[in-house]
């Protein structure tokens, strides 16, 4: 008697993979979610350069400086959002298939589950970082309590990323032996 053993791609999917498989795509609602969100956040940008510019004359240079600063975080967290859906929708859902399109972003060549972690993380520092820099600029009606829970936030913040790094290194390295 010969007994094969069936090779693991020539068996069947049973039922039950085929239905956790597919229930990737329950993620889509969110990444749309996510580009209304954008929309959002593209209106907020265009009302406050518009607010500023109407009031150019009227605004001091402190005004100007926490103001420049609004619209560089916007644009931040626009870039976050951007990152997670298609960062997410690309290594979670399915593939984008945009090879070889003149716009498609570097990073997306070689985007998976770590590389978009790292990516989060760097982007949450920046944005973390334009918090404490308004902060700073506007010490003088902040509290002094307010301003030391940012800065420890914001030593969180650096902390989880050094740690992530530092995981995603064991990792490699550990992968890299086998």
Known sequence: MHDQQAKPDSMPTPLLGKVIFASRWLQLPIYLGLIIVQG???YKFLAALFSMMSNLTTLS????ML???GLIDVVMIANLLLMVTVGGY???VSRLRIDRHPDQPEWLDHVNATVLKVKLSMAIIS???IHLLQTFINAAQMSEATMKWQVIIHLAFLVSAAALAYTDKLLHSVSSQH
């Open 40 to 42: 959002v956040y593209a």
């Open 61 to 64: 240079e402190t005004q100007i």
């Open 67 to 69: 103001g420049v600063l």
């Open 90 to 92: 690309e290594t979670f």
């Open 127 to 129: 944005i973390s970082s």
